[in-house]
């Protein structure tokens, strides 16, 4: 059973820095890239970074370039979103899941982890 596991949101200031966590089960992690994705209210849940299976390419949407990194440890089947220089429209619920341009369990979307930038 494919499972996702987001942690490491909260509450924090403008231009302020948080660190996510995702870890995943059910599958198996190498072979596939791994993505973060955002949903704020109202909106569509959007792509924001993604990293290949072996970490040698990573995408980022053009909101989020320069700020935020992604990165992944294999040996413990987690991706992490490095978010820096935060700002209030960052503000929505993080996932993760398995590929690099889509999500390949699209119907197994973990709990999420909510990020809110507000002073």
């Known amino acids: 059973q494919v499972r996702y596991v987001e942690s490491g949101g909260g509450l924090v200031q403008p231009g302020g820095s948080l660190r996510l966590s995702c870890t995943a089960s059910?599958?198996?992690?190498?072979?596939?890239?791994m993505a973060w994705y955002r949903q704020a209210p109202g909106k569509d849940r959007e792509l924001v970074a993604s990293?290949?299976?072996?970490?040698?390419?990573?995408n980022y949407v053009d909101s989020v370039r320069g700020r935020f990194t992604i990165s992944r440890d294999n040996t413990k089947n987690m991706v992490i979103l490095q978010m820096t220089n935060l700002k209030p429209e960052d503000s929505a619920v993080y996932y993760c899941?398995?590929?690099?341009?889509?999500?390949?369990?699209?119907?197994?979307w973990g709990q999420g982890t909510q990020v809110t930038v507000s002073s």
């Open positions: 059910g599958f198996t992690f190498t072979t596939y890239g």
């Open positions: 899941n398995a590929g690099f341009k889509y999500p390949v369990h699209a119907t197994s």
């Open positions: 990293v290949a299976k072996s970490s040698g390419s990573t």
